[in-house]
């Protein structure tokens, strides 16, 4: 087997792995489900290399990704649900009729607003046609939140429901009024713990995460991205102070809590 820039080769390898018998036994033990956190952490990779602007680290991840879609339509083909063939038909049927503006026999240019003004047009009529079907085979009632994209990380879909109910007016008038709620959700972590409850504990930080994504909505700010800064915040001061005990010729293994607390105090005033 030789490495090849044709996509048919990448199909091949995955459908020689997934053979029963002769296979691979990892990637034969997996199903949707257990490759899907696999497929969010490969985006992500995907955004903190376009983030540093590495672009060779970007074609590497990129491959990885493209490697979840075609592993992804592999178990739908075994399943005789649907094939990688099918996925771009799909996604290259979409961009026309998105693009008509492009692609449509007719005269005349769109101009930028009139393309974004069709795009979200169209776009809404796909949701719409999805959400009927969706609604007919589950022969229930649509709710307004039917539209929040389920396979959302979960920070992304947290802000998106509570911008959904904020259009019917089920939402906190300022930032204060979270605050109070994020304390109120931080007193029943605390009576949980009292009770050592940790299927409670689990709910109720839930329940905090949920309430700090909210403060951060009335804020204007991406929970996403200032979580992202704080874990970039978080390594530079770690890093100081495993730098400081190494120029003393320890390890972190040999220091106290104490010892790395105050050398946490101290990389806050420099980073």
Known sequence: MTPSRDISRLLEIMAILRTPGSGCPWDLEQDFTTIAPYTIEEAYEVADAIARGDLHDLKDELGDL???VVFHAR??????????????????????????HVFADKDGRLTPSDVK?????????????????????????????????AGQPALARAMELQRKASTVGFDWNDPGAVLNKIREEADEIEAALDRRDNDELAAETGDLLFALVNLARHIGADPELVLRSTNAKFERRFAYIEQCL???????????LEEMDALWNEAKTRT
């Open 246 to 256: 190494e120029s003393q010729g320890r390890s972190l293994n040999g220091a106290s």
């Open 117 to 149: 003004g069709a795009w979200e047009r169209i776009k809404a009529e796909e949701k719409a046609e999805r959400a009927e079907a969706h609604s007919a085979e589950r022969g229930s009632r649509k709710s307004i939140l039917s539209g929040v994209k």
């Open 66 to 68: 493209l490697l979840q």
């Open 75 to 100: 178990m739908a083909e075994e399943k005789d649900a649907f094939s990688f063939g099918d996925v771009v038909e799909t996604i290259t049927r979409k961009m026309i009729r998105r693009h008509s």
